[in-house]
């Protein structure tokens, strides 16, 4: 972790006095993101690497945060897609600073558009039915069914406010052109808000659990969708991310040191 970097003068108060700058994908990157507050996880990562698109194509990133999942999209995908559209939208501040830094510091500050805006009036510059992908890590939490964070930005990050998962999934479609891509992590047990969201206006659903370890429930589902489409649910092997002893598996490993893919259509 180096020294506390200097930030735009922007960032609150309570997010400046503690940044790190902190390697992932092996240390292809580096982001800026508070110490203490909201954090980019694995989930980001592996969100990031479910990814695939084709030339030309636009792509969103609806409550982008610090900027993780479009910076490790590109990472990734390094060299491909230089005629694509990479736009994120986020309503904090203070994030938003930090994700247009780390795009610029990480060289995709000329491919990555961030944009102040809360996801349900969207930015002028950001189109309904315009994008390919939308890609999305929505609010964890319900609004007061659990204890909310002492720091007010994780605790906006992680816990729904007036925008409830349901409506966040609709105005994600919303941004989506037909047969386009909405693709999310969320924690495994409100899938049923996810799959009501989706009832009628999008199928071809996959379902991707991430497992903590063999023989332990998953925590958290990659979920995927096409908007307008008619096809049926598909539930996935999924991912296991731990191994008995706690380390990461292999196939956790090369995704989240090594950049590798991660197919959640096999």
């Known amino acids: 972790m180096a020294e506390t970097p200097k930030i735009s003068k922007t960032i609150s108060k309570e997010i400046s006095k503690t940044i790190s700058q902190d390697d992932f994908l092996g240390g292809a990157i580096r982001l800026y993101q508070p110490t203490e507050g ?4 694995t989930d980001t990562v592996f969100l990031a690497a479910s990814i695939r698109y084709d030339p030309n194509e636009r792509i969103l990133d609806m409550g982008c945060g610090t900027g993780g999942i479009l910076s490790c999209l590109l990472a990734r995908t390094k060299g491909q897609g230089e005629n694509n559209i990479f736009h994120g ?9 930090l994700a247009r830094q780390n795009a610029r510091e990480n060289g995709f500050g000329e491919r990555i558009d961030y944009f102040a ?8 510059d950001c189109a309904p039915n315009s994008y390919h992908h939308v890609i999305t890590n929505p609010p964890y939490l319900k609004e007061n069914g659990a204890t909310a964070s002492p720091f007010a930005s994780k605790a ?8 409830g998962l349901g409506a966040w999934v609709g105005l994600c479609l919303r941004m989506l052109r037909p047969l386009g ?9 409100r899938m049923d808000d996810i799959i009501a969201a989706l009832h009628g206006k999008a199928g071809d659903i996959i379902i991707f659990p991430l497992w903590s370890s063999a023989g332990r429930d998953a925590r958290r589902v990659i979920i995927q969708a096409r908007k307008g489409a008619r096809g049926n649910i598909a539930l996935k092997p999924g991912l296991i991310v731990h191994t008995s002893e706690g380390r990461f598996t292999p196939e956790a490993e090369a995704i989240l040191r090594h950049g590798e893919a991660l197919d959640i259509e096999k």
């Open 38 to 41: 909201y954090r980019i996880a």
């Open 89 to 97: 939208i986020e309503l904090q501040s203070e994030l938003l600073d």
């Open 117 to 124: 805006g809360d996801i349900a009036r969207p930015p002028a």
């Open 156 to 163: 906006r990050a992680h816990m729904a406010g007036p925008v």
């Open 181 to 189: 891509h909405l693709t999310l992590v969320q924690r495994a047990d």
